[in-house]
């Protein structure tokens, strides 16, 4: 069986929760034999090696071929790097820095972090965004025409229209993977625009796979998709193959409580303040850090300083993945109060870490993993009750931290790949059942 | 003729109120009033007033002949006084028939058979003064918080001057032949020993409105049939939680129904009748004596300890706690006695039991928590409020002064 896949760039060079599950997932996929994807991504060309690069499409787009291996599997896959600006879900401050490694200056920076898009889009900026995804589409229908497979699948909004172009051309079903929606990532405050493109995505899908049973409803509240066509297949996470050792040792006694991710609206930046002010109220000898940038991030630092608690609140910016081990070794607790997460893979890392952790009801992680505390994001009384807890009371913090470990080591790429794998024989098969008896699908 | 004996456990902890670390220091008052009283309202709703009723009529109907045993821990009968007089009253209506035995308990429900024997007969003394109080009756059989039972326990007993006590009918007890025979315990056989019917106790108390039980539906014919399926065996012990009866089971399910009709159906085999813990254990010859040297519970699949000490939050819990022992016995205060006792409560270390997660199994009783970290939290919070104020009646160099003057 061999799928076409638009995804989006893997870590390091961008690492957002979307990258880092596509990854996973296509691991995961290539350790299963029967089946082969070919991976096709936006990546904004820069001043890397030109040699492999071809061009295509309309507009004469910049597209690479390569092939990428997978440590576990003796598989490659097929890798297609397709010139665009397009990046999920980065913050104006993360674009920048990246924009000085990766992008060249004849490519206009396109973010579309929320608050930043819902600016841009009464703009010229905004139509640069459509723009961009429109050309993707026109590219992806080339590729679509010009290889065989069996099935499409599309990671989130900005590939949607790709993938319905690429149905179009082919007539092969269409399976698309909401890893957020625009309920999650506006804190409500929706654009249409956007939520029109996700809808259409889901409408045009054969097949509807969300991160958890959280997305799973809103798709089927708030976009009105019927229920059977929805399935949730939960991440995973890669395991930590050696010990990575902490470069940076930490320079306190103090224990520290760590947020961890963009600090906007979606992640509940303010209620780690408030609790971590009820907790300096009570107790010393603990520092509290907010790790990431976002567009709260001033706001934050003026409220740490309007709770008098800014000498023990610390704000570290941006990190990258060696930065982001080094926080979480330093870690006592990991702290994540989202009031919006589809998923949430940060709170997996942490355990990998052996980091305890405190996560909200409200993240689609909630669904599958036992050993950590659980709080309501606005419960910040609950929320500083289990800080105290785990800072105070080492049983606690052992047990969740040693069978957190366990926990998360189980969960396994290999196992979300072969719960997408039956969803790929049940939409082949629906289609196969749909057509008239000569002209089945032989599917390799 | 065989004997049916039926003890039915009363209890209700005092369970507390979400008690935040800030409240340490600042607020010394732990319990969920509301909780507590609207679980005892529906607990006697449900259950405790309609069971004493069916109970009453029964022992009326069958004088003489229908008898039955109570368990009631103190913390249930604190409760009843201040939430629901009414099912005290029904309680002694029963005491009053004489056809109704009340055994010994620890007076909260606690864990002290397991960590410390002189707080455990101390606990034992009090739930006993209060039953003599109430009930005008002194117990002479003891059953420990949910059948919790080794040798040793079973000799503190033998000690205290009970002639018997009741524990869990578990297979993996050496020398276990079938619980349906009177034993005696290893080191002091003057303790007779009653071992639960694990399967007809759970039919009654687990199974009985499982519609996918195989067995489903039972009647009082199908119940007395089993009973007196094995020729050879002497007493049926249905020990089985109070709730059971209109509440796990609730009256739709017809499990009042199931008991008006049982006594009649048991008396006319010509094969049975009922007897209290006290009269089997006058009655009946021990089999032999059972040999507990690792405690033994009533509780999950495993029948031990883990429910309650299974992990290490309740271990820190439990050893936090009973680290303040030695102070408490300085301490007159009756709030802090108050307080004391209600900590020791098993149930709070239920609460913290994350087997759970391992198991699938569900622990069906109330649970105020939304997970054991939340329970062991609140209850190191309590725990830790409760130490402060320990250290304010006896400071610690009072403490050492005190030593030595023992000395």
Redo the contacts between chains.
């Keep these: 069986m061999k799928v076409l896949m638009f995804g989006w760039e893997f870590p390091p060079h961008i690492s957002g929760g979307l990258g880092t599950a596509c990854y996973g997932l296509t691991g995961g996929l290539s350790q299963i034999g029967d089946i082969d994807v070919l991976f096709v991504v936006p990546k904004a060309h820069g001043d890397e090696d030109q040699s492999n690069i071809s061009l295509m499409g309309a507009n004469n787009v910049p597209v690479s071929v390569k092939k990428l291996r997978f440590s576990k599997s003796d598989k490659s896959i097929n890798y297609i790097e397709v010139g665009s600006n397009l990046i999920p879900y980065v913050s104006e401050n993360e674009y920048l820095k990246l924009s000085e490694k990766n992008i060249s200056e004849n490519y206009q920076p396109v973010t579309i972090n929320n608050d930043e898009a819902r600016f841009n889009f009464s703009g010229t900026y905004n139509n640069n965004l459509f723009d961009e995804i429109y050309e993707y589409s026109l590219v992806a229908k080339v590729i679509a025409k010009n290889n065989e497979f069996d099935i499409i699948h599309a990671h989130d909004w900005l590939t949607f229209p790709a993938g319905i172009a690429a149905k179009k051309i082919s007539g092969k079903p269409l399976i698309i993977h909401v890893h957020s929606t625009d309920f999650d990532r506006s804190g409500g405050k929706v654009n249409q625009r956007v939520f029109n493109i996700e809808k259409e995505g889901m409408e045009m899908a054969d097949h509807i796979i969300t991160v958890s049973n959280l997305t799973r409803n809103i798709i089927i509240d708030k976009y009105g998709i019927n229920a059977d066509k929805v399935s949730t297949v939960y991440n995973a996470v890669e395991p930590v193959s050696k010990k990575v050792k902490a470069k940076l040792k930490k320079g306190v006694k103090d224990k520290i409580v760590t947020f961890l991710g963009r600090i906007t609206i979606q992640k509940g930046p303010e209620y780690f303040l408030e609790a971590a002010r009820?907790v300096l109220?009570?107790m010393d000898g603990v520092r509290f850090v907010m790790a990431g940038s976002g567009d709260m991030m001033n706001a934050m630092v003026k409220r740490a300083a309007e709770l008098k608690i800014a000498d023990k609140v610390h704000f570290t910016g941006f990190l990258k993945g060696d930065e982001v081990t080094d926080m979480l070794h330093m870690s006592d607790v990991l702290v994540m109060p989202s009031v919006s997460e589809p998923f949430g893979i940060v709170p997996l890392e942490a355990m990998q870490s052996n980091v305890p952790v405190i996560i909200s009801y409200q993240s689609g992680v909630s669904e599958v993993v036992?050993?950590v505390?659980?709080v309501n994001f606005w419960d910040t009384?609950?929320m500083?009750?289990?800080i105290?807890?785990l800072l105070?009371?080492?049983?606690?913090w052992?047990?969740?931290r040693r069978?957190g470990k366990e926990e998360v080591d189980n969960l396994l790429w290999k196992n979300s790949a072969k719960n997408v794998r039956e969803i790929y024989l049940k939409v082949l098969k629906k289609k196969q059942d749909s057509l008239p008896g000569t002209d089945k699908i032989v599917i390799k | 003729m065989k004997s049916i004996c039926f003890c039915f456990e009363v209890h209700q902890p005092f369970r507390f109120r979400k008690y935040r670390f800030f409240d340490i220091g600042n607020d010394h008052y732990y319990y969920d009033d509301y909780t507590n009283e609207n679980l005892m309202h529906n607990a006697a709703e449900l259950s405790y007033i309609p069971a004493n009723k069916v109970l009453l009529e029964l022992i009326k109907k069958y004088k003489g002949t229908f008898k039955v045993s109570f368990s009631i821990t103190g913390t249930a009968i604190e409760q009843f006084n201040l939430y629901a007089p009414e099912v005290l009253d029904s309680f002694r209506k029963l005491a009053k028939t004489g056809q109704v035995e009340f055994l010994s308990e620890t007076y909260s429900h606690s864990l002290a058979s397991v960590k410390d024997d002189e707080l455990f007969a101390g606990q034992i003394k009090k739930h006993d003064e209060l039953i003599k109080k109430y009930f005008d009756v002194s117990p002479v059989v003891f059953k420990n918080t949910d059948l919790i039972y080794n040798d040793k326990i079973g000799e503190i007993i033998a000690d205290m001057g009970f002639k018997g006590m009741l524990t869990e009918g578990a297979k993996h007890i050496p020398g276990w032949k079938s619980p349906d025979f009177l034993y005696c315990n290893v080191r002091n056989p003057r303790l007779k020993i009653l071992l639960r019917n694990v399967a007809l106790s759970d039919d009654l108390s687990y199974r009985f409105s499982n519609k996918n039980w195989s067995k489903y539906p039972l009647t009082a014919e199908k119940f007395v049939d089993w009973m007196i399926a094995d020729d050879k065996s002497e007493i049926i012990n249905l020990f089985i939680n109070y709730e059971s009866l209109g509440k796990r089971q609730p009256a739709s399910s017809g499990i009042f129904d199931f008991f008006k009709k049982l006594p009649e159906v048991s008396l006319n085999s010509g094969k049975l009748k009922f007897a209290t813990p006290s009269e089997v254990i006058d009655e009946y010859q021990p089999m032999s004596s059972v040999h507990v040297p690792n405690t033994i519970s009533w509780a999950d699949e495993e029948k031990d300890l883990a429910a309650w000490l299974g992990n290490e939050m309740q271990e820190e819990a439990f050893n936090k706690l009973y680290a303040l022992t030695k102070k408490m016995k300085m301490v007159k205060n009756k709030d802090m006695i108050r307080d004391w006792n209600y900590l020791q409560t098993s149930d709070h270390f239920y609460y913290m039991c994350t087997k759970v997660f391992s198991d699938g199994e569900i622990h069906d009783s109330f649970n105020p928590y939304e997970s054991p970290y939340e329970a062991f939290i609140n209850y190191m919070n309590v725990l830790n409020d409760f130490t402060l104020r320990l250290d304010t009646f006896v400071p610690e160099s009072n403490a050492e002064k005190i030593k030595d003057l023992k000395k």
């Design positions: 009820l109220k009570k036992k050993y505390l659980k009384y609950k500083a009750d289990a105290y807890g105070n009371y080492p049983s606690i052992r047990l969740i069978e």
